[in-house]
Every structure is written in C-alpha cells, then in structure tokens.
C-alpha cells in the first residue's frame, strides 16, 4: 500500500487540502477519515461497509440517550 497515494477520507474521499484528516490504523493497513464522517464509524460502522475493510465485524459505540 503506498503512503503517498489515496490519502482521502474513506468516505467522501475529500483530501487533506479540502479536510483535516484522522489517521486511522487497521487491519495492517492505514485508513483516513474526516471529522464530518467520525461519527459514522463510532456509532454507526455498518454503514461503512464496502468502504472499510472489515466494517461488518466493528460494532457501534454504546449510545447513552
Ligand atoms: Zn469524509
């Protein structure tokens, strides 16, 4: 996997010259992931599914409401 390439959010593939990006560490691999989409993969992963590697298997951060 090259490091220079492909540095978008894993969502909306908006690069770091149009959104600050989260570096995320999974599967062996490196994803990227704006602010505007963290939500999702904290509350709801499924809906990454066929965007993230693996998103099937992640559950969803407890909601407290
Ligand atoms: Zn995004």
Do not use: N
């Not at 995320?24 to 509350?43: E, K, M, R």
């Not at 066929?50 to 407890?62: K, Q, R, V, W």
């Amino acid at each position: 996997m090259s490091e220079s390439a492909d540095k978008s959010c894993l969502a909306c593939e908006r690069g770091p010259e149009q959104t600050p990006l989260l570096q995320l560490a999974y599967l062996d691999s490196v994803f990227w992931i704006c602010p505007q989409h963290l939500p999702i993969l904290i509350h709801d992963p499924a809906r990454l599914v066929g965007l993230l590697p693996g998103a099937e298997t992640l559950s969803p951060a407890e909601h407290h409401d």
